[in-house]
């Protein structure tokens, strides 16, 4: 299978603590994304790359969140000092922008984060 | 605040009728749109992107779009129960390739009758 996959699917971990999450593109893809999704609401844009350079940090990404992807190919999320408002879905994304594809993106199977 | 509008539903129809979903943007220099399936517990799945004005057409699936009345939908022919799923619109912010973030409207949860 060569989709977007992510590691830990699950996570549970005590308020105050770090967490860091994994997401390896599609091969070819050069972009990829970070959103967020709680019960209820569609996913929210947290950051982007392109090749190794993040060009886009939305505002929800407080400071205790920080995200790389040092060699342009898999990335990490890290969470620092985690709080409960922090459950959520983690997702990661990748895309081609180019040809007729359009930025389409396609999603790994998420992260579920859980802070007790 | 840029905004993708969706109905929360549930949206139900019997097996076999069709199934039309809708969404509105605020956006008005948005040039790609998407449709995402999203199983109960899942993550969102591509099924459809329209770029331009009128009608694409997938095997079962429809998306239409209409830039002026900035007015997207999907239309799900002979809807079957495996259809039965959250429907997540999705708009590229901005133009062109510079920005590449999707904004996702709150979804459609559709149930398909047998």
């Known amino acids: 299978d060569t989709g977007v996959s992510q590691d830990p699917r699950h996570k549970i971990t005590k308020r105050g603590q770090n967490v860091t999450f994994r997401c390896d593109p599609i091969?070819?893809?050069?972009?990829l994304y970070w959103y967020r999704q709680t019960l209820g609401q569609g996913p929210e844009f947290l950051t982007y790359?392109?090749?190794?350079?993040?060009?886009?940090k939305s505002r929800l990404l407080s400071d205790r969140f920080s995200a790389e992807r040092p060699k342009g190919s898999f990335s990490t999320l890290e969470i620092q000092r985690t709080e409960q408002g922090d459950s959520a879905m983690y997702l990661c994304?990748?895309?081609?922008?180019?040809?007729?594809?359009?930025?389409?993106?396609?999603f790994g199977p998420g992260t579920r984060l859980t802070v007790l | 605040q840029k905004e993708v509008e969706q109905n929360s539903g549930p949206l139900s129809v019997p097996e076999g009728a069709i199934a039309s979903l809708n969404c509105t943007y605020s956006?008005?220099?948005?040039?790609?749109f998407f449709w995402y399936r999203q199983y109960s517990g899942k993550s969102p799945e591509l099924i459809m992107s329209?770029?331009?004005?009128g009608d694409k057409e997938d095997g079962r699936f429809t998306a239409q779009l209409n830039k002026a009345s900035q007015y997207v939908s999907l239309l799900i022919r002979d809807s079957q129960p495996s259809d039965s799923a959250t429907y997540l619109c999705?708009?590229?912010?901005?133009?062109?390739?510079?920005?590449?973030?999707?904004?996702f409207g709150k979804g459609t949860k559709l149930s398909v009758k047998p």
């Open positions: 994304a990748s895309s081609f922008p180019g040809g007729s594809s359009y930025n389409e993106q396609f």
């Open positions: 091969s070819e893809h050069n972009r």
């Open positions: 790359f392109q090749n190794e350079a993040q060009l886009e």
């Open positions: 956006d008005r220099v948005s040039q790609s």
């Open positions: 329209i770029y331009s004005n």
């Open positions: 999705a708009v590229k912010e901005g133009y062109g390739g510079s920005q590449g973030n999707l904004i």
